[in-house]
């Protein structure tokens, strides 16, 4: 595909557990397991799963804050993972992050306006210290602050508002990938429309490209062109959204579906529900065959003793099933 | 049905060096017997505040339970010396919490936390103990119990953590359990396996449950009755049916308008309730919510609204109630 703006290619990430200078490890967690997809220029892919699905560390590997253990990223062309630690500070500055939690990813001792100065000083993109002022006050009112927010402390921000100070130091270094990851699962409701809204805006104002990471379902339908649902280190289905939320191929998708509450009692008197049996295998010791097979409701032989791999079931829409 | 908890104009109070800061701000609502009651309402709108202070929790000196009554099977809990409070939490009232590994303590077996309670409320001797915590775990549908008995919290996952929460709280046969968020630690499925327990083990004992929650698809799904909460006050009550298909406040048609919904076309563009939550130790004098309100006249800013009852116990705290977009929510 030439118009990917990225493109990750078997990723495979695993951490030896335990094993000192002079011990052999005891065992490997196996986060990532041969993960693939491209993200297009201009586009939101949502990647969604539980806890310990390999989400999140996938979304690290692409920021280089993890190196791979096999497996490519190229992004605009270059491959990240070749490249040493001079060459990615360039490659760097196009790709940024948004973290869950704003209140733990700023530094309390420093105000909003030095915090966002930081990284085009470090960088060297505004080198003159009214021009850095300027474009805070700029990158402020881009993501809905006022000016005056400058010299305020995380502390004395609103959660909101928080979020949004970690948005515009993404914005600062003018990215063409932001990782966003959770990016409003630790704020109220009523705030969390107001960040979506803000980052739809944005997308459409820059021509932003997002990784969306989370686990809320809904959110990740209302914001993504695509969806990738992981599952213990794999993915399990990546589609359209609409495909992929209208007529899901894995049993995981579906069983992931119907375990979304809907805010209607009538409707959620008629619905029906599949709640998976079990809980999610460690990744320490993966099932043989699918990885889903021990809770999946409609397993056969075949999938404890085969892994299905990642097929193009229908144009554009992939799932990791023997029966779809 | 009798009223087992009722709560009058219950006001928790913490006194900060900002000032006053009043967390719940004259709330009633009741539970009646074997029924399922959801307070609803979004981080420091007092709804956990409100729970502790049924179980006579809440953190003192700073905070204090400055008035109101918690009728409980007759008695008011505010009365009672700590000695009899003591017999209540645990026996009569069970609690839930969301976090289920700071609320179990790490360094103790899982049989000997199950066991404590029941050896203190039940007066059981160990023997007697031990098989009903391995029936309690049976309960909540842990397998092998009886070999789990020896383990720690740590040994157990997220979800297990929680099913033992609840094999606790089920343990002498309570009357009322305050469930407060639950499940909001856990994932989506393993969510939708605890909820279910929950349901079902209420239903079948006949325990009545006080679920605080944020999540308003929780809600829809195992409330019968919800009590929205906005600012330290409850706003708009109703049954369950009702506050989703006609809400009556305009922050509760806020609430539901601003999430996107698995069963509707995807839209352009969220409707998000705009502004902050206001802070509790300077309120505005009038309605809490009216700064942020699309539907606010005057009056809002200046007179904090009455609690009108509308049809069926339908109670809504606005001025502008009446006449309130009629358009089902979207």
Request: aromatic content about 4%; charged content about 25%.
């Amino acid at each position: 595909m030439s118009d990917a703006l990225l493109e990750v290619r078997d990723l495979v990430k695993h951490f030896p557990i335990g094993g000192g200078m002079f011990t052999k490890p005891v065992g490997v967690v196996r986060a990532i397991d041969g993960v693939s997809f491209s993200i297009r220029k201009g586009e939101t892919l949502g990647l969604v799963g539980e806890s310990g699905c390999g989400k999140t560390t996938t979304g690290r590997c692409i920021l280089q804050l993890e190196r791979p253990t096999s497996g490519s990223i190229v992004f605009e062309g270059i491959d990240m993972v070749t490249l040493d630690a001079a060459e990615l500070r360039a490659v760097r500055r196009r790709v940024q992050v948004i973290f869950q939690d704003p209140y733990s990813s700023l530094n309390p001792r420093m105000t909003i306006g030095q915090i966002l100065a930081e990284p085009l000083k470090v960088h060297g993109i505004r080198r003159d210290k009214g021009e850095r002022e300027l474009r805070v006050r700029e990158l402020l009112a881009q993501v809905g602050l006022l000016p005056q927010h400058d010299k305020r402390y995380p502390h004395q921000l609103s959660g909101g508002q928080r979020q949004r100070v970690g948005i515009a130091r993404a914005l600062a270094m003018e990215p063409a990938l932001i990782v966003c990851d959770e990016p409003v699962s630790a704020l109220d409701v009523s705030i969390q429309a107001q960040i979506i809204n803000l980052l739809e805006d944005l997308q459409s104002r820059l021509g932003l490209t997002y990784l969306f990471i989370a686990h809320d379902l809904s959110v990740v339908r209302h914001i993504s062109d695509r969806v990738a649902v992981m599952y213990l280190g794999k993915i399990a289905e990546l589609a359209d959204r609409k495909a992929i939320y209208d007529e899901p191929l894995h049993p995981y998708t579906r069983a992931l579906l119907s375990a979304v509450p809907i805010p209607d009692p009538k409707i959620e008197a008629k619905r029906e529900r599949t709640v998976l049996r079990g809980e999610v295998p460690s990744a320490l010791k993966p099932p043989s065959g699918c990885v889903f097979h021990p809770r999946c409701p409609i397993a056969v032989d075949r999938c404890s003793a085969e892994i299905p791999p990642l097929r193009e079931i229908r144009p554009g829409h992939w799932a990791a099933c023997h029966l779809a | 049905m009798a009223k087992l908890l009722e709560v009058k104009n219950l006001q928790t109070q913490f006194l900060t060096s900002a000032g006053v800061v009043r967390a719940v701000d004259g709330v009633s609502y009741d539970v009646d017997e074997g029924e399922t009651v959801a307070l609803v309402g979004e981080s420091g709108c007092g709804k956990s505040v409100s729970a502790l202070s049924i179980m006579r929790l809440v953190a003192e000196p700073a905070g204090r339970i400055v008035g109101g009554e918690i009728v409980f099977k007759g008695r008011d809990l505010l009365k009672l010396s700590e000695e009899e409070m003591r017999d209540v939490r645990g026996r009569d009232i069970a609690m839930i919490f969301q976090e289920p590994m700071t609320s179990l303590n790490p360094v103790l077996t899982i049989g000997r936390q199950l066991t404590e309670g029941l050896e203190i409320h039940l007066g059981m001797g160990p023997a007697a103990a031990s098989a009903r915590a391995i029936e309690l775990l049976g309960l909540v549908g842990i397998p092998d119990p009886a070999r789990r008995l020896a383990q720690y919290p740590h040994q157990f996952s997220g979800g297990m953590r929680q099913r033992m929460m609840v094999a606790m709280a089920l343990g002498c046969n309570p009357a009322l359990i305050l469930a407060d968020e639950p499940t909001t630690a856990l994932d989506v499925t393993i969510q939708a396996q605890v909820l279910e327990l929950l349901q079902d083990l209420s239903r079948r004992l006949g325990v009545a449950m006080l679920i605080i929650t944020h999540n308003l698809g929780v809600v829809a799904r195992y409330a019968d009755r919800v009590n929205v909460m906005y600012a330290g006050r409850i706003i708009e009550r109703g049954t369950a049916a009702e506050i989703y298909a006609d809400p009556r406040h305009p922050y509760t048609l806020g609430l539901l308008r601003s999430v996107p919904r698995l069963d509707e076309p995807i839209r352009a563009k969220l409707d998000p309730i705009e502004g902050q939550p206001p802070d509790l130790s300077r309120l505005p004098p009038g309605c809490a919510f009216a700064p942020r309100c699309a539907y606010r006249v005057e009056r809002c800013t200046e007179v904090p609204p009455l609690a009108a009852c509308g049809a069926a116990g339908h109670m809504s705290a606005c001025w502008v109630s009446a006449s309130l977009a009629k358009e089902p929510v979207a």
